[in-house]
């Protein structure tokens, strides 16, 4: 495990009218499913907190893909929360591609046996483990952090 940053990360996924965060233990073995925020305009402050809350030294945004690796109409939301978030923190804020995350969530609890209305609060969570968790498992298996960097948003000129 050469190359493995020791240390909370927070994972992030971004939906229209929520936001799944999960968190990992320090030694990365796990992404476990903290909170569901609300998107409003307090989800910014309330991802801040619980980072802060549990001294993450990183968050990773999930950025939401289409199969060819192209752009999705969500893909700007999600760029534009996780550059809010990256002015709002003092850790850095990385984009991770999170292609097939809420699918995954969806179908892993479909296998747990809740039904997709029963699942609508959490399956953001779970969506935030499962690209949290694949985040930790392409960095242990490369050495390197998964992801882009997020600049800070920039105030129109």
């Known amino acids: 495990m050469s190359g493995f940053r020791r240390g909370v990360r927070i994972g992030v996924d971004v939906g229209k009218a929520r936001v799944g965060v999960a968190r990992s233990d320090p030694d990365g ?15 910014v402050a309330r991802v801040r907190e619980l980072a802060e809350e549990y001294d993450a030294f990183e968050v990773l945004v999930g ?14 939301d ?3 929360f996780a550059a809010e978030l990256a002015e709002a923190v003092s850790t850095p804020v990385r984009l991770v591609d999170e292609r097939l995350s809420t ?7 479909r296998q747990s046996g809740r039904s997709q209305r029963d699942s609508r609060s959490i399956v953001d969570q779970v969506a935030a483990v499962v690209l949290l968790q694949h985040a930790l498992d392409v960095e242990k298996s490369t050495g390197r952090p998964p992801g882009n960097p997020t600049p800070p948003a920039q105030e129109p000129a």
Do not use: C, I, Y
């Open 29 to 43: 073995m796990l992404a476990t499913p903290l909170e569901t925020v609300p998107r409003d305009d307090r989800a």
């Open 63 to 76: 950025l939401p893909l289409n199969l060819s690796g192209n752009d999705t109409p969500s893909t700007a």
């Open 78 to 80: 999600a760029r534009a």
């Open 103 to 109: 699918v995954s969530a969806h179908a892993a609890l």
